[in-house]
């Protein structure tokens, strides 16, 4: 069986990531922002939460009580063992996009919601 190359160097992502400085991730502020809107819109309250991102300081910090997971290939991340599941900027870095939302939707419960905030639209259009 032929295995597809890995499209994402990981080792170089890591160095990459660990000189990322603080102000470096207006994105994902931004996104945390979305969320936390999103969120007090929904009449919920989600106690079992899991992010899933390469930043894990970041979103720890934004949301304390989270379970936070690296984005690796398999996620650590049991089944039905949460209400809800917040994949932050991470998928366009997945060598399988389609297996992490696999994953993340298998470790959601039956009621449980996905919010997942990766770049869309038009982001990659040149000019």
């Known amino acids: ?36 809107e999103r969120l007090r819109e929904i009449n919920r309250t989600f106690t079992d939460v899991a992010i899933v991102t390469g930043h894990p300081a970041f979103w720890q910090n934004r949301f304390p009580d989270a379970m936070v997971v690296e984005d690796a290939e398999t996620l650590a991340l049991e089944t039905q063992s949460r209400d809800l599941v917040i994949h932050a900027m991470a998928l366009h870095w997945a060598n399988d996009p389609v297996g992490q939302l696999v994953q993340c939707r298998r470790a959601l419960r039956p009621d449980g919601l996905l919010l997942a905030g990766c770049f869309g639209g038009q982001t990659l259009q040149e000019e």
């Not at 994402?8 to 660990?18: P, Q, S």
């Open 1 to 36: 069986m032929n295995q597809q190359p890995a499209l994402t160097d990981r080792a170089t992502l890591t160095r990459h990531r660990r000189r990322a400085m603080s102000d470096a991730l207006f994105l994902h502020a931004a996104l945390a922002d979305e969320v936390d």
